[in-house]
């Protein structure tokens, strides 16, 4: 994932950093000295010349930067779980006894069970954001799931021994 | 009346107008410096209203206001800036002086004001503003754009350029001579090699004398610095200027960065009594004559100077668009122009229409060049340029060879 970050000096204003993409598309930022941060955009056909030039606040640079650090779902699911009343979201850790260790998602037929959705699973410090049926675990995996309390109840039993209903 | 209510008064007034003519220009989005001479000239000698105790005021505003500008210009780089940029664009500069320094000479040859008159009218016509360009850049949203480091590096190359042109042209206003002068220059160039060398590996040496934390001893100590290196450095014939540029190189980190947000108000109010006093000082009625002059060597200057973009752009691979912007963003001349012709001004024995001259020529390619730098921007010049390179295309097509 090493993309190459060219870096140009702006005497008297700051530094640019600017990346090309896959698609060919130059995006850059302008940090002022001042603090002030400016997103910019490169026109397609004249690659030397910005189209959109957008001044940043810290507050919403730092927000952009997580939105596209995508560490940001916490943040978003906690907000969510103020706003529809019911619906909860909790992390849940997987026990090293867990017999889902080494198993897919799948397996767990977690939502069938208990009609609650594992978001995302938290691996380290990475955010492994909507994990497949063929995803697996291992032990000391971190769950992300929304729910209804009992929902998230029925998850937490299901991750701890197996089975909810047993 | 008694001296001190006139002065008042008479200030007080003038700084309101200001004020007033700077809302209007922000919102034409024009630089205020054209609007702030037209005022100097309405009140100033031969004007519709001459301030009579105020002068002596505005003399000495005019003088800090030099100062100041010029020590936040030093505010603005670091020393490692200034010489990392050198290498790289130093090609660029010697276009750009060469181009732009030139015509002014031979223009005040021409006009057989001989040759003092000759190294004056070269500085005017060869430093771009760089407040203006800086600030049309950030108007325009180009300070992303590829071709906008060649801009500034072009700026900092003249602004460095200056801190030698300026003791020289000090030394040759003052008489001195060519051993004179050669002195000063070599005064000036020990002097900004030991800063910058100074600045660069004790970076932190000059700035641990102030303490970035309280706002009010800083102001003080640095201002005082300042003005008292300013001071020696004019005595020492090296130019009031290009010590207060020195100290602002000089100094750094967190020390630099709150001194330019406290000094910035002063440099605001200063700066804009040393315009006033600049438009003052000329006699508006000696504009008229010199009008098509300085439109004639605004046209020729400007064009250099796109020339001179084009140029600097060309040579770091920026396309033929860019060229363009980089060439007609660098036309505005301003502050620099103005403190240059402001220490002719003031020497006995130059031709007296200098002033007017350079008033005539800052107003032109200060309002002007702004607009001008916008023309790249719509789509009857991209649909030339366009035009333009397809028929490049169809020739090369023609004659391969």
């Excluded at chain 2, 054209?34 to 003088?63: D, M, Q, R, T």
């Excluded at chain 2, 203006?132 to 072009?154: C, H, M, W, Y």
């Excluded at chain 2, 932190?204 to 003005?227: C, H, Q, R, W, Y």
């Excluded at chain 2, 001008?372 to 921007?377: E, K, M, S, V, Y």
Aim: net charge neutral; no cysteine; hydrophobic share 55%.
């Amino acid at each position: 994932m090493r993309v190459r970050v060219e870096q140009t000096t702006l005497p008297g204003i700051g530094v640019r950093h600017d990346v090309v993409t896959e698609s060919g598309r130059r995006v850059g930022v302008v940090s002022h000295r001042t603090g002030r941060r400016d997103l910019v955009i490169y026109d397609e056909e004249d690659p030397d010349a910005s189209t959109e030039d957008i001044p940043l606040t810290d507050d919403e640079a730092e927000a952009l930067a997580d939105i596209l650090g995508a560490s940001l779902m916490l943040g978003q699911l906690s907000g969510l779980r103020q706003q529809a009343a019911g619906l909860l979201t909790e992390q849940i850790a997987i026990p090293a006894g867990s017999t889902y260790v080494g198993r897919p998602l799948g397996d767990t037929k977690a939502r069938t069970r208990t009609s609650a959705s594992i978001v995302a699973v938290l691996r380290d410090r990475d955010v492994i954001a909507s994990p497949g049926p063929q995803f697996r675990f291992e032990a000391g995996d971190v769950v992300v799931v929304v729910g209804t309390r009992k929902g998230l109840d029925g998850v937490t039993a299901i991750l701890a021994d197996g089975d909810p209903a047993g | 009346m008694h001296h001190t209510t006139t002065l008042l008064i008479e200030v007080g007034a003038l700084l309101l107008l200001l004020g007033l003519l700077g809302r209007i220009s922000r919102r034409f989005g024009l630089s205020p410096i054209p609007l702030y001479l037209f005022a100097g000239l309405a009140f100033g000698h031969g004007g519709l209203l001459p301030l009579s105790a105020s002068e002596e005021f505005f003399a000495v505003g005019a003088e800090i206001g030099v100062i100041l500008l010029l020590v936040m210009l030093g505010l603005e780089y670091t020393a490692s800036e200034l010489v990392g940029n050198l290498r790289a664009a130093a090609p660029a500069g010697l276009v750009d002086g060469v181009l732009n320094a030139l015509p002014g000479a031979a223009f005040a040859l021409l006009l057989g004001w001989g040759w003092v008159a000759a190294v004056v009218l070269a500085g005017i016509t060869w430093v771009s503003s760089s407040g203006v360009i800086a600030k049309v850049l950030a108007d325009l949203g180009r300070l992303g754009n590829r071709e906008t480091p060649v801009i500034l590096s072009v700026l900092v190359i003249e602004d460095l350029a200056m801190a030698l042109y300026l003791p020289l042209l000090t030394a040759v206003l003052a008489g001195t001579g060519l051993i004179g002068g050669g002195i000063a220059l070599a005064v000036a160039v020990f002097t900004v090699v030991v800063v910058l060398v100074v600045a660069i590996r004790y970076g932190n040496l000059i700035s641990t004398m102030f303490s970035a934390k309280d706002p009010e001893a800083l102001l003080l100590g640095v201002l005082g610095l300042t003005l008292l290196v300013a001071g020696v450095a004019a005595q020492l014939n090296v130019s009031a200027a290009v010590g207060a540029f020195l100290v602002g190189i000089a100094l750094s980190g967190p020390v630099a960065h709150n001194a330019t947000e406290l000094l910035s108000p002063l440099r605001d109010l200063f700066a804009a009594v040393f315009f006033v006093f600049f438009g003052l000082a000329t006699d508006p009625r000696d504009i008229p004559p010199v009008l098509l002059p300085a439109l004639a060597l605004a046209v020729i200057t400007m064009a250099t100077k796109v020339v001179t973009g084009y140029v600097a752009a060309k040579r770091v691979g920026i396309a033929v668009p860019g060229r363009w912007r980089a060439g007609l963003g660098l036309m505005p001349r301003g502050e620099f122009s103005i403190v240059i012709a402001g220490l002719a001004v003031a020497t006995p024995g130059i031709e007296p229409q200098l002033a007017a001259l350079a008033t005539a020529y800052v107003l032109i390619t200060v309002v002007s060049g702004p607009m001008l730098a916008r023309i790249p921007d719509y789509p009857w010049f991209k649909k030339w340029l366009a035009g333009r390179s397809a028929a490049r295309r169809r020739t090369a097509l023609a004659a391969p060879d």
